[in-house]
């Protein structure tokens, strides 16, 4: 049973299924894709001894949360049958659950079945990137096991979403989303939220760059707010030199600067491929934060 988690981490300690975790803000939530067509790491650990591996490594080099796909949700990606996706992840889950118990498991699906699955062999987040637009009774879902929900704001789905998206305003409709679901997902009895506003669902270069300076609109809801920019197209485009954007393994220094800034607007969580580095960035972060001046 899930305790009292802190809306905007603020207190810095939250308690979780009986893990007692001491978490600076913000918290990094680490990727893990066990399918064979993700866009960055996809094939790398299907296995669930490689899968294992890496958690192992990721909760070392920081994370505080693992973020567990059986699904590619990059732009076209074939959708997969609900059994499929549970069979990849649901295993990783109850192994992981089993050999780390002081870390948070997050299950990245739309499908009720898998995220039903996943909660039962101990994953304590939901991650809907579509933010119940698939799959409602995901709301009633996280209320009966009390687990977090994270809403993230996309259009379309994954085979149609960057065919030419367009928004009168970005962030107003944003945040208009963010309205309307989190007040569907309360409205289910959910008490534990976080917010993502999507960066490379449905966006163009320009439309993530201003999500990113413009990131807090979305903390009025005093939810935690998740900022996703690792590896992304964006920044392949925003880096791309005379052979075209830059390729998918090149762009770690794009990604810490799209998250620094995310920090400075901010973010509370950043969901990452390279652990280590931006753990060592977000103390960086931390370490100046401290002697700024109130106010300025």
Same mark, same amino acid.
């Not at 997050?106 to 499908?111: A, G, M, N, P, Y």
């Not at 976080?194 to 005093?222: S, W, Y």
């Given at each position: 049973m899930v305790n009292n988690i802190s809306r905007s981490f603020d207190n810095k300690r939250f308690v979780l299924s009986g893990k007692a975790l001491a978490v600076s803000t913000? $918290?990094?939530? +680490?990727?893990?894709? #066990?399918t064979p067509? *993700?866009? *960055?790491?996809?094939?790398?650990? %299907? %296995?669930e001894k490689e899968a294992l591996e890496h958690i192992e490594r990721m909760a070392t080099? +920081? $994370?505080h949360i693992i973020d567990i796909g059986g699904e590619s949700t990059r732009p076209g990606a074939v959708p997969v049958s609900e059994e499929e996706e549970a069979s990849r992840v649901v295993p990783v889950i109850r192994d992981a659950a089993r050999h780390f118990p002081e870390v948070l498991l997050s299950v990245d699906t739309t &499908?009720? *079945? #898998?995220? &039903? @699955?996943?909660l039962d062999a101990g994953a304590d987040i939901v991650n809907d990137i579509s933010g119940l637009r698939f799959e409602p009774r995901l709301a009633e879902l996280c $209320?009966?096991? %009390?687990?977090?929900l994270v809403i993230m704001h996309s259009i379309g789905n994954p085979q149609t979403m960057q065919n030419q998206p367009f928004y009168s305003d970005l962030i107003k409709e944003i945040v208009t989303f963010f309205h309307e679901k989190v007040d569907q997902a309360a409205g289910c009895g959910v008490k534990q939220i976080i917010l993502d506003p999507g960066i490379g669902f449905g966006k163009t270069v320009e439309h993530n760059l201003k999500i990113i300076g413009d990131l807090r609109a979305f903390t009025e809801f005093g939810y935690p707010v998740l900022a996703g920019a690792s590896r992304k197209s964006f920044i392949g485009h925003v880096l791309a030199g005379q052979n075209g954007p830059r390729e998918v393994g090149n762009r770690l %220094? +794009?990604?810490l600067a799209a998250h620094y800034h995310a920090l400075m607007n901010g973010a509370s969580i950043l969901r990452v491929h390279d652990v280590r580095e931006a753990s060592d960035m #977000? @103390?960086?972060y931390s370490a100046i934060s401290s002697f700024e001046?109130? +106010?300025r």
């Amino acid at each position: 049973m899930v305790n009292n988690i802190s809306r905007s981490f603020d207190n810095k300690r939250f308690v979780l299924s009986g893990k007692a975790l001491a978490v600076s803000t913000p $918290a990094i939530m +680490g990727i893990l894709n #066990v399918t064979p067509d *993700s866009f *960055s790491d996809g094939g790398r650990f %299907q %296995q669930e001894k490689e899968a294992l591996e890496h958690i192992e490594r990721m909760a070392t080099e +920081g $994370a505080h949360i693992i973020d567990i796909g059986g699904e590619s949700t990059r732009p076209g990606a074939v959708p997969v049958s609900e059994e499929e996706e549970a069979s990849r992840v649901v295993p990783v889950i109850r192994d992981a659950a089993r050999h780390f118990p002081e870390v948070l498991l997050s299950v990245d699906t739309t &499908k009720y *079945s #898998v995220a &039903k @699955k996943a909660l039962d062999a101990g994953a304590d987040i939901v991650n809907d990137i579509s933010g119940l637009r698939f799959e409602p009774r995901l709301a009633e879902l996280c $209320a009966e096991y %009390q687990a977090i929900l994270v809403i993230m704001h996309s259009i379309g789905n994954p085979q149609t979403m960057q065919n030419q998206p367009f928004y009168s305003d970005l962030i107003k409709e944003i945040v208009t989303f963010f309205h309307e679901k989190v007040d569907q997902a309360a409205g289910c009895g959910v008490k534990q939220i976080i917010l993502d506003p999507g960066i490379g669902f449905g966006k163009t270069v320009e439309h993530n760059l201003k999500i990113i300076g413009d990131l807090r609109a979305f903390t009025e809801f005093g939810y935690p707010v998740l900022a996703g920019a690792s590896r992304k197209s964006f920044i392949g485009h925003v880096l791309a030199g005379q052979n075209g954007p830059r390729e998918v393994g090149n762009r770690l %220094q +794009g990604t810490l600067a799209a998250h620094y800034h995310a920090l400075m607007n901010g973010a509370s969580i950043l969901r990452v491929h390279d652990v280590r580095e931006a753990s060592d960035m #977000v @103390k960086m972060y931390s370490a100046i934060s401290s002697f700024e001046e109130p +106010g300025r």
